[in-house]
């Protein structure tokens, strides 16, 4: 029970921060003029909230263990950039786009390989899984060349990137988060889907 109830919470937050990172993505998708010291800071605190969900999903058991097998080092690794985006946004702020594109090219390779395993347990959507990885790597990629002229169309381009990886979170916590329940008198493991 305590195991179920470890996944479920995690599995929540995964969902919480998601949505989070889809609607910060369409913000600056559709206002991409914005402070950047403002974006520094909404951005560097979604990326330490991202970054505590992770490691609370690391530390809980679902069954197949795909959803959250990188989420350790991810999840420290996203509390540091954030904490950095917050306290040092003046000098973070010209390199803010690559600092974006490393965490969506660096999330969407670990989730390629997240695919490729539930893919492996026989699990049916691996496909959508490693569409929205390759989409977020390759926005992740982009952000690192950056081959715009104007700061408009970075910023626009960096928040599809930040959708992409919102959705491609949801995707990963809605399909690939099992746990082992107990099913009737003989206590026979029974997979169980999270809603």
Request: aromatic content about 12%; charged content about 15%.
């Amino acid at each position: 029970m305590k195991t179920w109830n470890a996944v479920k919470i995690a599995k929540a937050g995964y969902i919480i921060m998601s949505t989070l990172f889809c609607a910060g993505g369409l913000l600056l998708f559709l206002y991409p003029c914005e402070t950047p010291f403002v974006l520094c800071h909404i951005g560097g605190g979604l990326m330490i909230l991202g970054g505590i969900v992770k490691l609370g999903g690391y530390f809980s058991k679902d069954l197949y263990r795909l959803a959250f097998q990188f989420d350790l080092a991810y999840g420290l690794l996203l509390i540091a950039l954030g904490l950095i985006m917050i306290f040092r946004s003046e000098e973070v702020i010209a390199f803010l786009h690559f600092l974006m594109g490393i965490i969506l090219l660096s999330d969407g390779l670990f989730k390629i390989q997240t695919a490729l395993d539930a893919r492996r347990f026989g699990l049916a959507k691996w496909r959508l899984i490693s569409v929205f990885a390759t989409v977020t790597g390759a926005f992740g990629l982009l952000l690192i060349i950056n081959p715009f002229k104007a700061n408009a169309i970075l910023m626009a381009a960096a928040g599809i990137g930040l959708l992409s990886e919102g959705l491609l979170n949801l995707f990963v916590a809605a399909f690939a988060v099992k746990v082992i329940g107990k099913k009737g008198p003989e206590h026979t493991p029974e997979v169980i889907d999270i809603p």
